[in-house]
């Protein structure tokens, strides 16, 4: 069985890395760098994919600091949501694909399948030492929190259900961000059911902690962290 | 009379949908089943026919942007027969009424004006918003409108998150007259997509699902599997060559010299709208154990047999059994009829115990005009077979 590394010590060194069909949910108050820390858990190792809804960065401005990062561009796939909203013509690459808006589940539904298609075609850039199958595939959704703002919690949860069913079908693996200071407790436990695993970050005077839930024989206890070079560094 | 564009399901459909119905396509998250609603807009505007399209989740300039990338069609040059109201006026009718229950007779005063001054005759609406604010009976209660004496068509693509109950609904108590549902199979790979006609009002079409694959933005309906069989040297390769565009042979000399089919024999075609992959069987008695594994998930059955040669029919019998033509469609060619013979349409039906409404062709393989014809006859039987 395919696993994937998260980047946190605290997990993989326990896990060996969590395995094909789970879904991890980022649960943040706002401006406290989830968006970093989920992107190290989200980028592709190597051999891997991942395909990225972008509700809050546009894929341009996404693509720049991926390569500042040196994240392998050409194993991401984006679904951008906002871009249209200011730019209508903006037209679809096999790496980069626009809906009108993030109220657009058909569309979001419809660019996701079309990247899972083109990675599985080999249309994205194959890896000559690791060729895996199926390719490993990450998802990240950045965020649920603009999804929310746009769409029903009952539909998004509905929605969210059949891609995370096909997701697990193609032995995907999920990331998803949540604001949880701009939801109430329903919402953030109705989100958490679609969940295997929630990342719990927070603020202090001192820096940022991370506490991680729903994994046993991992430690649940708050743990301060930093990003350095894309790497999560947990401290003392 | 409208038509969906798409070439395949409108034969399914007859005429075309008549005017005043209600038409559904519903869609499964993932699947690409836009095309279905875009196809169906612009081959009514093409013949002039007056439309609204309601699209809340897009601005009119995204719309725009995305039927000229799909289909290359500027709707801006249909400025005088296409009205459009999008994300804006979704918007700017919540901030002037919160409550839903207001908002619906809103919804409906504005889309009977829009009807009213523009003499709209379909109206083309992006359902999911709409449900979500509203629900199905009351989203639906702002498009039921009566412009004097008649109704516009109302045409509704629809992310269908609740599956098969929701179609329910909408035939059983919103009485939609074609529900067109699109899905996609299972595996990620090969991934494809169907369509099912699961109900028409004015035809009793059985209900059906034909995959679909989309080649430069067109839907063309795709027959995995069609296999053709037939005794020794009835002519199946000659047949499979002739109706391929392109194909492998399977064929190999045998202790005499000649060529007969020891594997099978692989073709591909495009052909009416429909993309098609067809089997030809090696016809020896010896490869009998491989042919129902050929035979399995196959969408039709060519039986291809020598009118020359009346003696065969056993074996033709047996080949039957094998393919299981009880359970899918099935067309004789009845071949090599350039050859003198003497073997009549009625000796063939009564030798072969077949069913009035299974098609006997008289043909040479030798001309491919007549093998398309039987390959026709066979995508007929197929998209109209009560499976
Ligand atoms: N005159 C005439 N000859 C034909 C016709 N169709 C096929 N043949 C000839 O019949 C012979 C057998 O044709 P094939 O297409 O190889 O037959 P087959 O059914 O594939 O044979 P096996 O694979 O050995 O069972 C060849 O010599 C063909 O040229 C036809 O319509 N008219
Ligand atoms: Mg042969």
Redesign the interface.
């Known amino acids: 069985m395919y696993t994937y590394k998260t980047g946190i010590a605290l997990i993989d060194d326990v896990t060996g890395g969590l395995g094909p069909g789970m879904n991890i949910l980022i649960l943040a108050p706002p401006l406290s760098g989830a968006d970093t820390l989920g992107a190290c858990i989200a980028r592709p190792g190597t051999g891997e994919y991942s395909i990225i809804i972008s509700t809050e960065e546009r894929s341009i401005d996404m693509a720049n600091r991926f390569s500042a990062e040196n994240l392998n561009r050409n194993h991401i796939g984006i679904i951008d949501a906002i871009t249209?909203?200011s730019s209508?013509?903006?037209?679809?690459s096999v790496h980069v694909k626009f809906v009108?808006?993030p109220?657009?589940?058909?569309?979001i539904?419809?660019k996701?399948?079309?990247i899972?298609?083109s990675i599985?075609?080999g249309e994205f850039e194959v890896s000559a030492d690791v060729d895996l199958f199926?390719p490993p595939i990450r998802f990240y959704i950045n965020s649920l929190s603009t999804l929310l703002m746009y769409?029903?919690l009952e539909?998004l949860y509905?929605?969210l259900h059949?891609?995370g069913a096909?997701l697990k079908?193609?032995e995907g693996f999920g990331v998803y961000i949540l604001n949880n200071e701009s939801f109430d407790e329903k919402t953030v436990a109705v989100m958490k059911q679609l969940m295997n695993v929630v990342i719990e970050v927070k603020v202090e005077s001192d820096g940022h902690y991370l506490r991680i839930r729903g994994l046993s024989g991992v430690s649940g206890d708050w743990y301060k962290f930093r990003i350095e070079n894309g790497e999560v560094v947990i401290g003392k | 009379m409208i038509q969906t564009g798409i070439t395949g399901i409108d034969e399914m459909l007859g005429s075309g949908i008549p005017r005043g119905t209600r038409v559904l396509f519903s869609?499964?998250?993932?699947?690409?089943g836009?095309l279905f609603m875009i196809s169906t807009l612009n081959n009514a505007l093409s013949r002039n026919h007056r439309c609204l399209v309601i699209i809340?989740?897009?601005?009119a300039?995204?719309?725009?942007?995305?039927i000229l990338?799909l289909k290359k069609v500027d709707i801006d040059d249909y400025k005088d027969k296409l009205v459009v109201l999008d994300?804006s006026v979704r918007d700017s009718l919540h901030k002037k009424c919160p409550v839903p229950a207001e908002r619906v007779n809103e919804w409906k005063s504005l889309i009977r004006e829009t009807c009213e001054k523009n003499l709209i005759d379909i109206i083309f609406v992006?359902f999911?918003?709409i449900y979500?604010d509203l629900g199905l009976e009351e989203g639906f209660r702002m498009l039921d409108i009566t412009i004097g004496d008649r109704k516009p068509t109302v045409v509704l693509?629809h992310?269908n998150?609740?599956g098969d109950d929701l179609l329910t609904r909408f035939s059983a108590d919103l009485a939609f007259d074609l529900i067109i549902s699109l899905k996609?199979s299972?595996?990620?790979?090969p991934?494809f997509n169907f369509f099912t006609l699961e109900y028409t009002s004015w035809s009793n079409m059985p209900r059906r699902s034909i995959p679909y694959i989309i080649i430069n933005n067109t839907i063309s309906l795709y027959i995995p599997k069609i296999i053709v069989t037939g005794p020794p040297a009835s002519g199946k390769t000659t047949f499979v060559n002739q109706a391929s565009d392109r194909g492998i042979s399977g064929d190999r000399k045998d202790l005499k010299g000649a060529a007969t089919t020891v594997a099978m024999d692989l073709g591909w075609l495009h052909f009416k709208g429909f993309d098609i992959t067809i089997y030809g069987t090696p016809g020896q008695p010896r490869f009998d154990p491989i042919l129902p594994q050929l035979a399995s998930h196959a969408m039709g059955v060519v039986m291809v047999i020598d009118v020359t040669r009346p003696e065969q029919m056993a074996r033709v019998r047996t080949l039957m059994e094998l393919a299981k033509v009880n359970l899918i469609p099935m067309v004789i060619a009845a071949n090599k009829c350039d050859l003198p013979h003497d073997f009549s349409e009625n000796e063939i039906r009564d030798s072969l115990h077949l069913k009035a409404d299974v098609p006997i062709h008289f043909i040479s393989a030798l001309r491919r005009s007549d093998v398309r014809l039987v390959v026709e006859s066979l995508v007929h039987c197929i998209t109209t077979y009560p499976f």
């Open positions: 249209k909203m209508p013509e903006a037209s679809d009108a808006s109220s657009d589940l058909t569309g539904g419809i996701f399948s079309q899972v298609e599985f075609n199926p769409r029903k539909v509905q929605f059949v891609l096909k079908k193609m | 869609m499964e998250p993932g699947v690409d836009r809340p989740t897009s601005t300039r995204v719309f725009r942007s995305e990338t994300s992006y999911d918003l979500e693509e992310l998150l609740e996609s299972f595996t990620p790979a991934y």
